[in-house]
Structures are given as structure tokens and as C-alpha cells.
Nanobody
Framework: QVQLVESGGGSAQAGGALRLSCSIFGVNHMSVCMGWFRQAPGQERESAANIDGPGRSTYADSAKGRFTISRDDANNTLYLQMNMLKPEDTGTYYC???????????????????WGQGIQVTVSS
């Protein structure tokens, strides 16, 4: 059974940094689309960043230049390094993984089969 477990969230000041980690259990490869969605209070979930099998990454416009998605294939772990944080980055962040290979990665929540439980990120001004 595939299980995604996020860690590393918390609180930060505007301009600060946080690094999210997602440990992925029950898989033997990392060659499908994976990513991070976020949901601010009262808003829909949106894709913040994703990475495909060959390692190509894409970002939401609001995350470009500040966030970096990466993965450690040997340890089945996905990361999101978030720098220059802004109050509007506040929300619940979800690690996601697709069950099948497709490219480019989708930004639609419904295209991802596995979700973590979510982790809170709060950025204060």
C-alpha cells in the first residue's frame, strides 16, 4: 500500500525558509509525476510544484524563483525547499504521487492518486 508522509512544516517569518519532506512508502520507483499541492484557507487546492520521471520540474508562477522541488530516489523522498517565504504561502501543503506515468505532469488534483495527510505552513509578516 502506498503511503505518503510529510514533515518539515511549521511557522516562519516572511523572507524566511522552510523545507518540506515527503517519505513515500510502498513503492519501488520514483519515475512517475510527484509534487506538492497547497490549500490556503477558503481556497481551492493548487499545484505549487511537480517533478516528472526524468526529473523535469514545473512551478506555479507564484513559486518560481523561490521554491525548488527535488527528490532522493534512493530513499524514496520528495522535497520542497521554500525560500523568500511570503504570508500568502500560508496553507496546508500536500505531497502527491501519480499511479501511472504521464508527461508533462498535471496540475489538476484529480490526476494524482496518492496524497499525504497534509502539513501546515504558516508565514507571518
Amino acid at each position: 500500500q502506498v503511503q505518503l508522509v510529510e514533515s518539515g512544516g511549521g511557522s516562519a517569518q516572511a523572507g524566511g525558509a522552510l523545507r518540506l519532506s515527503c517519505s513515500i512508502f510502498g513503492v519501488n520507483h520514483m519515475s512517475v509525476c510527484m509534487g506538492w499541492f497547497r490549500q490556503a484557507p477558503g481556497q481551492e487546492r493548487e499545484s505549487a510544484a511537480n517533478i516528472d520521471g526524468p526529473g523535469r520540474s514545473t512551478y506555479a508562477d507564484s513559486a518560481k524563483g523561490r521554491f525548488t522541488i527535488s527528490r532522493d530516489d534512493a530513499n524514496n523522498t520528495l522535497y520542497l525547499q521554500m525560500n523568500m517565504l511570503k504570508p500568502e504561502d500560508t496553507g496546508t501543503y500536500y505531497c502527491v504521487r501519480a499511479a501511472t506515468r504521464f508527461s508533462p505532469c498535471s496540475i489538476r488534483p484529480g490526476d494524482y492518486d496518492y496524497w499525504g495527510q497534509g502539513i501546515q505552513v504558516t508565514v507571518s509578516s
